[in-house]
């Protein structure tokens, strides 16, 4: 049987799981891929990791270098995160002719054109499904299955941290401070929720994704990002009134040859399939030319589904090993500049708004006249009376819109003296 | 670049959307993989299949063997179905060294083992996706993304004639012959429905999701399994009240050394991510002990889903041929026979029944204690009161009980001379 040996650098959640199944599960693994795969050196900056998963003494390198420089190793798999010294790890093993499997979302995201190109002077192939979505294997079907599709659009709920919060809101109409806490009490947030909340994982997701489905290398700054730290309960509940839920959704949109790249706040018909994903969980929905509508769905994040990612990457690779020449799936393509990013400000969207105004006569007249004059016409508006004087909000939808005009008629009506505080506006897909 | 050549036999539905997309966007495909595919040779014994596809003269053949015998070809493309002359089609391809493509759910579940033994021993690749779901990549997913997993569990929505009719039902209200022939007039049921109502299309599948999911081949004649033909409208609208839908479940359980494989309607909890798949859309609800819970949607059919499909294991074979060595993902296990198939009546479930009893003193009485003589307990009841004297159905679930003793019960009830009818009974998945 072919044996294929692996080095591992970062024992944290995910490399504590793929380490463990690669000794617990050997022999499963290797009756269903014909190959033994087998951990012969790990390292972690934290030596005790390495001590509680009860990692044999002989296999414990005592720095990063001794994992890159063995020439037993076939696959080095980095599992430390962050860009360095993830980057240079990366870099190193490759040199050395080393396979990668990876996770890393950032690095991908925002060095992946530069490591593929390095990968593929060299021969070497790159694994990194674990890098989006932990367990679903959406990088795999973009790249692999759906390679003879034209890719449309793709809706991401990517993030399992926000839609676990948006989930709980709109279950438990608690404030997003509330499910917030209830998220970190349960580990599915870190103290520190930015990365979360304000949508940059998400963003890494989608750059990643992008990549694969339009054939487009995007970094994270040419990708509108809007996270959810904003958003307020009473706009869920009215826009599940008008047959909505709110995700945060990544959006990538094929337009001619324009790419529309963002992250936001969505509101999506309450029957569309993607909203039944609830929690912490993920999906991704996938609209193709041959494949029509297809959806992935299951868990994001959590040492076992992402080490399943992990340990699939490696089998790829393991049967490829000892072939002459390399026969890696994922390839930059030669139209990879064609696509340009579209700007946020030509989208062309539904909008929900809601103003909070004070409740005089004219107020509503007010904000739909500078509307209509940026040539934004409503669908539907409500209106909840309060005492005279006192502020009420003024919820609408709109037809679709250019954001440009929309950004226009908001900055004018936000400054109106009757209007109490910035307008909410959140995009509407269908 | 790379050149492989392609051969095609069977040029209908499916074998039509795959000439014209190799041929239409060679030059798309090509990009992304990095080799040039082309179309060498096709056959269709319906010459003006050919014809009406606009593929160039030189490239029809005037027999299946012209296309076998080729020594151009590279991968042969089995699209004509059914066992036989696809059987010896492939088996005269895999002797001449050609890797196979097919869409053959059939010859697949039936003749699987031994076609994969051929391959092995001779070197060739089988690819073969587009056997089950359509467009939904789920024998990829199985096969690569999720192996390192031992697989628990799935729940196929796998036909979809059968999930249009039933989902058509719900929605309209209206009987199975009127959705069937709503089926008919839209070109998803065949004039002869057989084959997907009564469950036997479902069957070949969930026999290669099995061989997936499980290591171990199966024989369609080894699998349980009950068509929609029998459902009534009125079951659907008890089990929404109780919150079910019912689906047309391909069911594959492990349990310890047993494997459950059966293909029914089941009531599903309406909340179940898998009910929202509705009219003809296909998807595989999947457990495995590292990414928990997943489901794969798409469709299940047509031109473009399959070809797609076809197509990608066209580029995986692809990217493996002219390397030393076989890379095939799929291979036979070691402990194929290590799992035994469960026998039916050993099935412990929960169970809706409806029982068509005239309605006089003591009907229930009676009907309940069959039931707890057989140890089988009530949770729901409900009994609609008509006219003394008519007929009126009985409905309730039962708790957890064993199907041979469910058996027994109805055999002795059905024939009690206040029943009027055989009983209705339709299996539980929670």
């Known amino acids: 049987m072919k044996k294929v040996n692996v080095g591992i650098i ?52 005592s720095d990063a270098r001794e994992v890159i420089d063995d020439v037993n190793i076939d696959i080095l798999v980095e599992l430390i995160g962050g860009i360095q010294p993830a980057n240079d790890i990366i870099i190193g093993a490759l040199c050395n002719g080393k396979h990668i499997v990876t996770a890393n979302k950032a690095l991908i995201a925002s060095y992946g054109k530069e490591l593929f190109e390095i990968a593929e ?12 979505c932990g367990a679903v294997p959406v990088i795999k079907i973009l790249n692999e299955s759906f ?38 009490a349960r580990g599915l947030a870190e103290a520190n929720p930015k990365l979360d909340i304000d949508g940059g994982d998400a963003c890494h997701k989608l750059c990643i994704l992008a990549m694969l489905a339009f054939g487009k290398f995007v970094k994270p700054g040419e990708v509108y990002v809007e996270g959810i730290r904003q958003l307020d309960l009473q706009d869920m509940i009215y826009a599940k009134d008008w047959g909505y839920d709110i ?17 936001h706040p969505t509101l999506v018909p309450a029957d569309h399939l993607i909203t039944s994903v609830k929690g912490e969980d993920n999906a991704v929905f996938i609209k193709g030319d041959m494949i029509g509508e297809s959806m992935l769905y299951g868990k994001g994040a959590g040492r076992t589904p992402a080490a399943s990612s992990v340990i699939s990457d490696i089998m790829d690779i393991s049967r490829n090993i000892g072939l002459s020449g390399t026969s890696s ?43 209509a004059r940026n040539k934004i016409s409503i669908a539907t508006v409500s209106q909840i009376a309060r005492k005279q004087g006192q502020a009420v909000p003024i919820v609408m939808l709109t037809h679709e819109a250019k954001e440009s005009a929309m950004n226009k008629a908001l900055k004018v009506i936000d400054r109106l003296p009757m209007v109490k505080a910035k307008t909410v506006r959140i995009r509407i897909e269908k």
């Open 10 to 61: 970062g024992l944290g959640t995910v490399g504590g799981g793929v380490v463990r199944t690669l000794i617990d599960k050997q022999a499963i693994i290797s009756d269903k891929a014909g190959i033994a795969v087998s951990v012969v050196k790990v390292f972690d900056s934290d030596t005790r990791k390495a001590r509680d998963l009860h990692i044999p003494q002989g296999l414990i390198a």
């Open 121 to 132: 002077q060299l021969g070497c192939s790159i694994g990194f499904e674990a890098s989006v």
């Open 147 to 184: 390679s003879a599709n034209s890719i449309q659009l793709l809706y991401g709920i990517v993030n399992g941290t926000s839609n676990f919060i948006l989930s709980r809101m709109a279950l438990h109409h608690c404030s997003m401070k509330d499910a917030l806490k209830e998220a970190q």
């Open 247 to 263: 995700k945060l959704l990544a959006v990538g949109k094929r337009i001619s040859n324009s790419l529309e790249l963002r992250v």
């Open 329 to 371: 799936p994922f390839r930059i393509r030669k139209t990879e500049g064609i696509l340009k990013i579209a700007d946020i400000g030509d989208l062309v969207s539904r909008y929900y708004l809601r103003f909070l105004t004070i409740d005089e006569p004219g107020v509503l007249a007010a904000v739909s006249s500078i509307l």
